[in-house]
C-alpha cells in the first residue's frame, strides 16, 4: 500500500474516532462544551503535518452533520461552523516538523513547547470561527444586556479555553506515555 493512501486511511480513522468520542457527554449548559475528539486530531495533525491535518479535521466535521450531532441554523453558518471552523484545527500540523525533531531528540521542555503551541493554535483556529458564526447566528440568542459580540467571545471563549486545557493535557500524556504516536515511522514498512 502506498504511503499517501496510507495517511489518509489514517486520517479518516482518525476523524471518526474524533466524531465517535464528540458522543461523550462533556457539555455543560446549552452553550459550553469540552471537545473530546479535539486531542485526536491535534495528534494527528502534528504525526502527519498542515495539509493530512487540514483535511481530517475537516472530515471531523463533515462526519458531525452525517452522524446528526450538529446544531445548524442556516446553510452558511453550517458550513463556517463545521466544514471551515473544524478544519481550521489542522493549523496544529504547522508544528509538526518541529515536534517531531523535539521528541527524536528526547527534549521535553521543547517537545512540551511545540505541542502545547500547536494545540493552541489548532484550538484558536477553530474556535475564531465558532466566534464568528455565534455573532452571526447565535447571537440572537444572547441574554438582554449581552451583545452578540460578548455573548459569541464569552461562551466560544470558555469553550475553546477548556478543550484547549483538556486537549494539552491529553496530549502531554500521551507524549510521556507514547511517544510514537507522533512520529508516522513504521519501521518495518518504511512509513
Known amino acids: 500500500m502506498s504511503k499517501n493512501l496510507n495517511i489518509w486511511i489514517e486520517g479518516t480513522i482518525m476523524a471518526a474516532l474524533a466524531t465517535a468520542l464528540s458522543f461523550v457527554p462533556l457539555d455543560i449548559g446549552p452553550s459550553f462544551s469540552i471537545t473530546v475528539g479535539q486531542p485526536v486530531l491535534i495528534l494527528y495533525s502534528l504525526r502527519r503535518g498542515l495539509g493530512p491535518g487540514f483535511v481530517a479535521s475537516f472530515l471531523w466535521g463533515v462526519l458531525h452533520i452525517f452522524v446528526g450531532n450538529a446544531d445548524i441554523l442556516t446553510p452558511l453558518q453550517g458550513f463556517i461552523e ?14 509538526s516538523t518541529q515536534t517531531k525533531e523535539a521528541i527524536a531528540a528526547k527534549n521535553w521542555g521543547m517537545s512540551t513547547m511545540y505541542i502545547t503551541i ?3 493554535v489548532g484550538v484558536i483556529g477553530r474556535y475564531f470561527w465558532h466566534t464568528i458564526a455565534g455573532y452571526y447566528f447565535w447571537g440572537q440568542y444572547a441574554p438582554e444586556d449581552w451583545s452578540p459580540w460578548f455573548y459569541s467571545i464569552v461562551l466560544n471563549g470558555a469553550s475553546a ?3 484547549g486545557l483538556f486537549t494539552i493535557v491529553v496530549l502531554l500524556v500521551v507524549y510521556r506515555t507514547t511517544p510514537q504516536l507522533y512520529t508516522a ?7
Open 161 to 163: 479555553l477548556a478543550t
Open 82 to 95: 463545521y466544514f471551515i471552523a473544524f478544519g481550521f484545527s489542522g493549523l496544529a500540523g504547522l508544528w
Open 185 to 191: 515511522t513504521n519501521r518495518k514498512h518504511g512509513y
Open 118 to 120: 500547536a494545540t493552541l
